[in-house]
């Protein structure tokens, strides 16, 4: 599998502001996924997006993919002092191993 | 209902003693077990992972070695720990055959080498 890379490393915004974070990465996938992690907790699967899929929304996620960049875009909308953790994406080229980058760090101000 | 169990969730240990961290898994069959560590404020980095019993890829040399004796039992474990296997440990899984690879992460492992 491959590493997909976080970008940028630290991200902070105050409440109610729109937060981008973006992920690159270097071979054809099947899927790219995008996990939060909670200070001091696991990962939690947020939303997956296929190869064939440019755009994906879920609650005030939305993700962006674009395969002739090897990109992909986060977007938490109206974001929440709730929304601070870290983001990881995980590109999946049909692997068994799930290599994370090391993610983007957001704090959402009150 | 599927859920993985993780322990003990933190962990004090001395430089040289020995380390058993364990993952189980419940409601599933033949899962795909993944070993992590995370040091503080960084990335996950992948140890080791297992498509079945008995199998064990490592991705990483380490003091650190896995087990898998039964289905849905993952053991990290070490002779002799060192201080720079201090860390956050995650246990996760994903379903054999599924349609789409999610990984579904264990509540984690603390462990402090002193």
């Known amino acids: 599998s491959q590493q997909g890379e976080e970008d940028p490393q630290a991200l902070s915004i105050q409440e109610g502001e729109n937060a981008t974070m973006n992920c690159s990465y270097k071979?054809?996938?099947?899927?790219l996924q995008w996990y939060r992690q909670n200070s001091g907790r696991g990962l939690v699967h947020l939303i997956l997006?296929?190869?064939?899929?440019r755009e994906k929304h879920s609650g005030r996620l939305r993700v962006t993919l674009d395969t002739s960049k090897k990109s992909s875009s986060l977007l938490i909308t109206a974001s929440r002092a709730a929304d601070t953790a870290s983001y990881f994406c995980?590109?999946?080229?049909?692997?068994?191993?799930?290599?994370f980058g090391p993610g983007t760090r957001l704090s959402v101000l009150p | 209902s599927q859920t993985i169990h993780q322990w003990p969730a933190t962990l004090v240990q001395p430089v040289g003693s020995p380390l058993s961290l364990e993952c189980t898994v419940e409601?599933?069959?033949?899962?795909?077990l993944y070993w992590y560590r995370q040091a503080a404020g960084r990335g996950l980095q992948l140890l080791f992972y297992?498509?079945?019993?008995?199998?064990i890829s490592s991705e990483v040399p380490q003091n650190l070695s896995a087990s898998r004796p039964q289905d849905r039992q993952f053991i990290l474990s070490s002779k002799k720990l060192l201080l720079s296997d201090s860390g956050f440990y995650l246990c996760?899984?994903?379903?054999?055959?599924?349609?789409?690879?999610?990984?579904?992460f264990g509540a984690g492992s603390r462990l402090t080498v002193l």
């Open positions: 996760a899984w994903i379903p054999q055959g599924a349609g789409a690879n999610v990984l579904t």
């Open positions: 071979t054809s996938i099947n899927n």
């Open positions: 997006i296929r190869s064939n899929e």
């Open positions: 995980a590109p999946d080229n049909y692997g068994q191993n799930f290599v």
């Open positions: 409601g599933t069959s033949n899962p795909n």
């Open positions: 297992s498509v079945g019993i008995g199998q």
